[in-house]
């Protein structure tokens, strides 16, 4: 499967961003989906991830209750609402997928996007 991420881009402290990820390639509704970010000189993080219907999502608590994220099979989409924005928000965002379930770790990632960056200033 092939991901496109897009959306990033320069915003302030608070405000809000959604980024998305279009998948081609295969049936997007079989893998589950995941966001990660990695900042300069940082490995890449975990953000959040969703299972392969959507029942089950997962978020890092650095994020918890700022980020959702969710998907749209019929439009082969999966989408990262970021509101109330931090500083260290600042990385490059990417979208992930593997069969199924989903995982917090990179490792268990087979499929990647090119990324898409997101810079917070004050």
């Known amino acids: 499967v092939q991901l496109q991420a897009s959306g990033g881009g320069l915003v302030q402290a608070g405000d809000s961003l959604r980024i998305s990820c279009a998948a081609s390639?295969?049936?997007?509704?079989?893998?589950?989906m995941g966001w990660f970010r990695q900042a300069p000189g940082k490995e890449r993080e975990f953000v959040a991830a969703i299972s392969w219907i959507g029942g089950t999502r997962y978020y890092a608590d650095s994020v918890k209750g700022r980020f959702t994220i969710s998907r749209d099979n019929a439009k082969n989409t999966v989408y990262l609402q970021m509101n109330s924005l931090k500083l260290e928000d600042t990385a490059v965002y990417y979208c992930a997928a593997r069969n199924r379930e989903a995982r917090r770790t990179p490792d268990e990632y087979d499929y990647w996007g090119q990324g898409t960056q997101v810079t917070v200033s004050s």
């Open positions: 390639g295969r049936t997007f509704g079989n893998y589950a």
